[in-house]
């Protein structure tokens, strides 16, 4: 058993233990067949949504505490952070943005909006998307940055198939935010996919150069220390 498959053996014994806490004398192992024979995956069980869980076998209790567990975990491992927190290398950037795609099964595009010192003014949810594509409105992601007076900006989204390659789209949707920003005066410090829990930069792997991102703004510390060597 490799590690993924652990840690959806984990995931099923977690569902397990809930529902015979819920249903002290039942077992239920016909509900936990019932419920993998129709979803892909622990994740796909729980990300599933209140709506379809009670269209199972469960009761509405059961449903309604199974759908909170992944935006609870979430919330509390982000909340581990605090709600400003400093993310000003791109290693602490990446940790932080891991907690926020835990279980996730669809795409789903973030922004962080930063102060010049690398402080998080807000974390914003631009759009969901499919199992694999997310749509990218760049208005949206200039709105948000005058709405929020932001410095600095990251990007980010998931590829919930686990692979960390960013796509042509991934790329050219990048270098068009960089070319946007550049009249605005706010600098782009990264754009970082989370695939499989893992993360990855599009700044620091080469597919845009170098030069493009360090001509933002040579003078800023915040631009020029972002890539650490401790990067995960």
Known sequence: MNASQRRRHRCMCAIEDVLKLLRKKESPEETLNSLQSHYLSPGGILESGYCSLSRESLTEPEALLLSLVPDL????LSMEYGL???LDRLSI???YLRTLYIGITIEQFYLLCLDASGKLIERILLQKGSVDETPFY????????????????????????????PSQADILCTVEALRALQPLDVMMLDHIIIGNGQAISLRNTGFIAASIWADQAPSSALLRNWIDV???
Do not use: E, K, M, W
């Not at 975990?73 to 509390?76: D, E, G, L, P």
């Not at 900006?153 to 198939?161: A, T, Y």
């Open 73 to 76: 975990t979430r919330h509390c």
């Open 93 to 95: 950037a990446s940790q």
């Open 230 to 232: 401790a990067q995960p």
């Open 138 to 165: 760049l208005a949206h992601v200039l709105q948000s940055i005058t709405a929020t007076d932001a410095s600095a900006i990251v990007l980010s989204h998931n590829h919930p198939g686990g692979s960390l390659r």
């Open 84 to 86: 400003h927190p400093r």
